[in-house]
C-alpha cells in the first residue's frame, strides 16, 4: 500500500501535532513565523506538533486560518486539509500497522504525563493544607 493510498491524517494514522506539522510545512512556514504570528514562544509551536501539548480553542481556530485547513481537519482528519505526502516509498500492512501503534502509545503517553501533572499538583495542594 502506497502512503498516497492511505488515510494518511485521519485520527487513527496522525496526531493533532502530526496534522498542525504537516499543514505548517505544506504551507511553507517555519515554526519561527508561525510562532510569531500566533503570538506564542516557539517552544510551544514545538510542543504542539510533538503532542507533548495542545493549542487552546482560540489558537486552533487561528492555526485552521493561518494554514488554510478547516478546524474539524486539524482536530479529527476529517474535512478539508492537506493531501498526504506524494511519495514513491511503499509501506507494507504491517510497518503502516507499527506505525499506527507507535502514533497512539504516544498519544497514550502524553495523556498519562498530564494526568500524572495533574496528580502532582492535587498533592502538593494536599501537603500545604494544614491539618485539622
Not at 493561518?66 to 478546524?71: A, R, T, Y
Not at 476529517?78 to 509501506?91: F, H, I, K
Amino acid at each position: 500500500m502506497s502512503i498516497a493510498e492511505t488515510n494518511w491524517y485521519s485520527e487513527e494514522s496522525a496526531t493533532l501535532g502530526d496534522r498542525i506539522a504537516g499543514a505548517r510545512e505544506m504551507a511553507g512556514t517555519s515554526q519561527e513565523d508561525l510562532s510569531k504570528r500566533l503570538g506564542v514562544k516557539l517552544k510551544t509551536i514545538r510542543a504542539w506538533e510533538q503532542d507533548l501539548s495542545e493549542p487552546r480553542a482560540n489558537k486552533i481556530q487561528m492555526l485552521a486560518g493561518m494554514l488554510n485547513v478547516s478546524i474539524m481537519w486539524l482536530m479529527n482528519g476529517e474535512g478539508d486539509g492537506v493531501e498526504a505526502p506524494v511519495d514513491e516509498v511503499y509501506l507494507t500492512a504491517d510497518v503502516n500497522d507499527l506505525l499506527t501503534e507507535m502514533r497512539q502509545m504516544k498519544t497514550q503517553i502524553s495523556q498519562t504525563a498530564e494526568r500524572l501533572g495533574h496528580l502532582e499538583k492535587r498533592l502538593r495542594t494536599a501537603l500545604k493544607e494544614p491539618s485539622e
